[in-house]
């Protein structure tokens, strides 16, 4: 069965640093796509960054790149030079075509605080 | 103006009653969800839709029901809340296929009394 997994409940970075958010991922069907959302303290979805599985780069956008390990089924979120506003809640999710029928599968999230 | 709105954007209600939920999208997209977030769980999907005449149930359906009324509106019902339905509700709009994204609305706070 598909299942994302996000083993980090929590994490504090310095501002200016950059971080790491973990996502492993598990699926049978070689086509999928991995996707990041942030969810701010105002409650509302935003959209980060896409991976499809056939991508051979890594995704980028500006701050926010991804470290796809195809292998190790891995689909980590680096965000570089924190900001104070990178204080959030952040899910990773997946698609396929598989038993989900494309639709998305959520992790239960990592919340990141930026310190001062 | 967004492409995803929900209303109403917060609602208490007591136990038993009857309550609805709304979407509206103008993105032109054929699929459109439910989800339900609650802390620590992440977002489960409740229902999905991928036309008019295509509804099907998600991981926790039970207790809700919904209602395609055009490719644009998705609605959502409780037909007798309980306290366990307080959560936060998002309604979301997607093409087809694993590449795109699911674009969601700006959810929903629900608390049952």
């Known amino acids: 069965a598909q299942k994302i997994t996000q083993t980090q409940p929590g994490m504090f970075v310095q501002e200016k640093e950059a971080v790491t958010l973990d996502c492993t991922y598990d699926?049978?069907?070689?086509?999928?796509?991995l996707f990041w959302y942030k969810q701010p303290s105002s409650g509302e979805m935003i959209f980060l960054i896409y991976q499809g599985s056939y991508d051979q780069q890594n995704a980028t956008e500006g701050r926010y790149s991804l470290n796809f390990q195809k292998a190790r089924k891995s689909a980590n979120l680096v965000i570089s030079a924190s900001q104070l506003g990178d204080s959030a809640m952040y899910f990773c999710?997946?698609?396929?075509?598989?038993?989900?029928?494309?639709?998305?599968?959520f992790g239960k999230g990592t919340k990141l605080s930026v310190k001062p | 103006d967004a492409d995803v709105t929900q209303t109403p954007r917060n609602r208490i209600t007591k136990t038993g009653k009857r309550i609805m939920l709304e979407c509206s999208q103008t993105k032109g997209h054929d699929r459109m969800y439910w989800y339900r977030q609650d802390p620590g769980l992440g977002l489960r999907l409740i229902y999905y839709s991928f036309d008019v005449k295509d509804i099907n149930k998600g991981e926790i359906s039970d207790g809700y029901s919904v209602s395609r009324q055009a490719q644009a509106k998705f609605s959502l019902s409780l037909e007798s809340a309980i306290p366990n339905q307080t959560a936060l509700y998002f309604c979301?709009?997607?093409?087809?296929?694993?590449?795109?994204?699911?674009?969601f609305g700006p959810g929903t706070r629900l608390t049952v009394l």
């Open positions: 979301a709009t997607s093409v087809g296929g694993p590449y795109n994204e699911q674009f």
């Open positions: 699926t049978s069907d070689p086509s999928y796509g």
């Open positions: 999710a997946m698609r396929d075509f598989g038993g989900s029928q494309g639709n998305l599968i």
